[in-house]
């Protein structure tokens, strides 16, 4: 049989991942590194400066309302606006309530695989995209600290279900009127997404997959494992869809909450 011949040459110890030109693609190849890059920077500056501004992430009964920010839920702080409170307060903390719990949403994103996956290739070309030359000369993976710590991501989606739990606790809070009654409003409904996003990103981790259904020889001595795992499993097909609209509906719904709580928004009542 003739051999095949590759009309590329490879040459061994070239650029790390390919032939000895950063690409032979002519696709743009760039354009996904650089949406990541872009949403996931906007992301960060605009939580960090929600995180730090420790006002108007409540709406209460004064409004009629009871919806709280997911940045600022629970709030743990003898600090936090009236109504807002988890129902435990922590005394002391001079500064925003929400530097108490961020570390566990967000850990919970920057331990993610597939976040690894895009933020390793966006902001550290390691590589940029399917064959594409690495940035870097060497490979040392996730054996050293700090990127050896995304072992524990498994830790940091318990902690994630934990605050599901709450932030589903929140929106059906939404629901209450003070003074009205029970309805539903916009930020009701806006609540309520937000948590159904969450929901569908952590059910979609690949390590609630693996914890539902890995690790089995035969999955017909474990059927209810089998069945968790199959209703896990397209969940899982479509966890990036539900790693960005979970990241980018969780700032929204700040900013709802925030508008309102300033004023520059009514929250209306649909019924
Ligand atoms: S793999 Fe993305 S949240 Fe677990």
Known sequence: MAAIE???????????????????????????????????????????????????????????????????????????????????????WSWSPALLILIFPLGFRLSCYYYRRSYYRAFWWSPPACAVADGHGAYSGETKFPLVMHNVHRYFFYAGLVFNVLLTYDAIRAFRQPGLGWGVTVGTLVLLVNAALLWAYSLSCHACRHLCGGGVKTFSQHKTRYKVWKFLTPLNAKHMNFAWASLIFVALTDVYVRLVASGVLTDYKLF
Do not use: E, M
């Not at 696709?27 to 108007?56: G, K």
């Open 6 to 92: 590759s009309a590329t040459q490879v040459r061994l110890g070239g650029v790390r991942g390919g032939p000895d030109v950063a690409t032979l693609r002519n696709d743009r190849w760039w354009l996904q590194p650089v949406v990541t890059v872009s949403i996931l920077t906007a992301f960060v500056v605009y939580s960090t400066w929600a995180a730090f501004q420790n006002q108007n992430y409540y709406v209460g009964a004064a409004a009629h309302r009871d919806l709280i920010s997911p940045f600022y839920s629970p709030c743990l702080t003898n600090t936090c606006v009236p109504g807002s409170g988890a129902g435990f307060a922590i005394h002391g």
